[in-house]
Structure formats: structure tokens, C-alpha cells
């Protein structure tokens, strides 16, 4: 057993996006716990308490090794009694009865199986639950109305709860990638969110749109979407591509002007064509139809830098760089631009880099963003 005095406290700096926070993490056991103890407070409505298990887990994803040892967590930010009192019980018993009873309980279960319908938040899974459906089969049953996207997120529930490969987002960078081409053939595109991090895999795939010339993208999403909403199709090196875009949602005019789709799925096959060597004649590999959700952004130049930088997540690292930015230096910083509150004016950059450099903080690259 190790003695507490030999035991040297770890330290981190207090916010998320003041940390080099990789995909490797030496902690996931308690990071585990306490993101299923966040999403628990979240699903009941209790943010400020989701926020704060976040938060906490941040801080052990970022530590260089293992906790092994309480007296090791001394002094580190961020780490609340009550999820001390959580971690603790993981050291010593090697599980926490908190963690194991929530997630056993019926309440917890039926949020996440009806949230996890698109379209259904936390607040219309609470009345379904206390109307007594927990699950999908007793909402198919009930006769509840449900609205155009949580139909279309019902009949796909089981694609869309199915986490998008690499291969598949890129697969999709290259039909969307098309269709921006032929609506405006200068935009660019980029692939944001947690692709953009490093990660392999994603609940959905986010793309951020722009054009060189200021004012260029006006008008670009709407005509985007028509051409998504015709069937396409097309060849990538070896793989052919075939799409139907189907909305998830009564289609929202308000989110095509304010340029953020969210709700927008992809219907995607995807076959694979690989030349054989040996014969010379193509084999095919085909996938059968999935659903993908896709988040389509499109961004004025002047916005690129702060939308690329909000759009890249992680949700807890943009939320600690609003917080730095408000509480340290009286800024507000938002995916379209950073204001100084003192001085009264908004402060522009053209890259991720400068924004790191007005917010005075050290440039953190994307795949260090994993808080
Ligand atoms: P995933 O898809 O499970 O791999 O995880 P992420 O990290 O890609 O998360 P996602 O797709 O929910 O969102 C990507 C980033 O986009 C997220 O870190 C914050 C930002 N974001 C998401 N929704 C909104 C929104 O409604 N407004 C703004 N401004 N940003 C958003
Ligand atoms: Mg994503």
C-alpha cells in the first residue's frame, strides 16, 4: 500500500480549454461514471449539476495517469463533494452504488431509450414517462401525436443510435462536398466536431461552410438543401456513393436563414468497389440503406474562425471558453464573433489562432480539445 505521504498531488489548471485534453484517458472508469451521472442530471432538467459532474471528469480525463489515491486529488479543480464522494467509492469498492442504482433505474432507462428518439427532449420524455410509457413499443402503442421529426426519428431509431464510423463521415464529406461544389463552386467545407478532434467515431457528422467572398454564402444553405433533397450519386476513388437526404424535422425556414441545420439526416448507401488485382474486374461490397445525422453550418468568412472554433467542440471545452472569456476577460464569445465587453467593441480574426491569442490563452489544437 502506498503511503500518503509519498504520494504527490497532481495539478491541472482550472479551465478545460487551459488543458491539453487528448482521447487517451487513463481515468475512464471514474471519467465513466461521471459523465453517466452528468447525463442523468441533464435527461432531469438539473444542468447546473450536469455541468459540474462534467466538469469533474474533465479534470481526471486530463491527468498524465491513473488516480490511485485520494490524497492524489488534493487540490485539484473542480472536484466537488459529491463527486469526490463517487470517485472514492470506485477506489475502494470498485463501484459506486450512486452510479450502479442510477443506472439500473427504470426512470433513467426510459429517458434515455425516448430522448434518444430524434426530435424528443428531456422535458416530453418526462410527460410520456409519467403518462407510462417507457419504452418504444409502449409509445408506438399509446397513440401520442408525435410531430413530422419524431416520426422520422422513431422509424430510424435504430440507425441513428448506431455511432457513424470515420469511413462513413468521409464517405459523406464526399456527397455533400459535391453538392456545395455545385451550388457555389468556390465554398469550402470542412469537417468539424468530434472528427475534427481525432475521434473515430461520432454520434453525427458536422460539416462548416464558407465562401472566400464575404457575402457569397447568402442564399447558399436553402440551395444546398434542394440539391441534398433530390437523390445523388456519385464515385469517390473506390466507393460509390448513393444518398437520399430525408428531413428529420417540419422543415425549420428559421434555421435555413440563420444558416445551422441540425436536424437534416442522411440516408446514405454506401457500396465499395475494390478493383481485384487478380481478375481485374471490380468486387462490390454493398451496405445496406442507413440513416446518418448529418449538422450543416454555413458561415460568412468574416464568422469562419469563431464558427470553426464552436462547431469543433468539445461541448465542455466551448463551454469553459465562454467562461474564460466572460470571467476573465470581460469578453463574450460566441460561434460568430468575440466581443469586448470594456472596451465595447467586437474583435475580429481570421484563424482559431488569433482567437487563442485575444483570449490570451495558449493555441490548444483540435485534437487536444477532448475535454
Ligand atoms: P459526436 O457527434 O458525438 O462525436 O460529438 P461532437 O463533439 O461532434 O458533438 P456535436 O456533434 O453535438 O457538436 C459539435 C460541436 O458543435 C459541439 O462541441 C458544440 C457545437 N454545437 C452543437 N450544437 C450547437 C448549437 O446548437 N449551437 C452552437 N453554436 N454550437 C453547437
Ligand atoms: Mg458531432
Redesign the pocket.
Known amino acids: 500500500a502506498v503511503n500518503d505521504s509519498e504520494v504527490t498531488p497532481f495539478t491541472v489548471p482550472s479551465y478545460a480549454c487551459q488543458r491539453r485534453s487528448t482521447l487517451e484517458n487513463h481515468n475512464a472508469v471514474l471519467t465513466d461514471a461521471l459523465s453517466l451521472l452528468a447525463e442523468n442530471a441533464e435527461l432531469s432538467d438539473e444542468d447546473g449539476r450536469g455541468v459540474a459532474f462534467r466538469r469533474a471528469a474533465a479534470v481526471l480525463k486530463a491527468l498524465p495517469s491513473a488516480v490511485t489515491n485520494m490524497s492524489q486529488l488534493t487540490g485539484l479543480p473542480c472536484l466537488g463533494g459529491h463527486s469526490l464522494r463517487v470517485i472514492k467509492d470506485i477506489l475502494e469498492n470498485g463501484t459506486s452504488s450512486e452510479v450502479e442504482s442510477t443506472k439500473e433505474s427504470e426512470r433513467f432507462k426510459a429517458l434515455k431509450v425516448l430522448t434518444g428518439i430524434f426530435g424528443v427532449g428531456s422535458k416530453t420524455a418526462d410527460r410520456w414517462i409519467r403518462e407510462g410509457i417507457h419504452n418504444l413499443q409502449q409509445l408506438r402503442d399509446s397513440g401520442q401525436t408525435l410531430n413530422r421529426a419524431q416520426q422520422a426519428g422513431l422509424e430510424h431509431y435504430d440507425d441513428i443510435k448506431q455511432p457513424v464510423s470515420l469511413a462513413e463521415a468521409e464517405a459523406i464529406r464526399g456527397i455533400v462536398g459535391r453538392a456545395v461544389a455545385s451550388v457555389s463552386p468556390e465554398a469550402q467545407i470542412v469537417l ?3 472528427f475534427r478532434r481525432g ?1 473515430l467515431t ?3 457528422v ?1 460539416f462548416l461552410i464558407t465562401h472566400p467572398e464575404e457575402g457569397s454564402e447568402v442564399g447558399l444553405m436553402p440551395k444546398l438543401v434542394s440539391w441534398l433533397e433530390s437523390r445523388v450519386s456519385c464515385h469517390l476513388q473506390n466507393v460509390l456513393l448513393i444518398c437520399d437526404v430525408i428531413f428529420l424535422c417540419a422543415f425549420q425556414q428559421e434555421r435555413i436563414k440563420r444558416c ?1 441545420i ?1 436536424l437534416l439526416a442522411l440516408r446514405c448507401r454506401i457500396t465499395y468497389s475494390e478493383q481485384d488485382e487478380t481478375t481485374a474486374s471490380p468486387s462490390t461490397t454493398e451496405r445496406r440503406w442507413r440513416a446518418v445525422r448529418v ?1 450543416l453550418v454555413v458561415s460568412p468568412i468574416s464568422q469562419f474562425a469563431f464558427a470553426l472554433l ?6 465542455l471545452f ?1 463551454r469553459e471558453l465562454r467562461r474564460w472569456a466572460g470571467h476573465e476577460k470581460g469578453m463574450s464569445l460566441s ?1 460568430h464573433a468575440l466581443y469586448d465587453n470594456k472596451q465595447g467593441r467586437y474583435i475580429r480574426a481570421s484563424s482559431e489562432e488569433e482567437i487563442f491569442a485575444h483570449l490570451g490563452l495558449e493555441f490548444i489544437p483540435p485534437n487536444e480539445r477532448n475535454a
Open positions: 468539424t466536431g468530434g475521434k461520432g454520434h453525427d458536422d445551422e441540425k449538422d464552436g462547431w469543433t467542440g468539445s461541448k466551448e460561434s
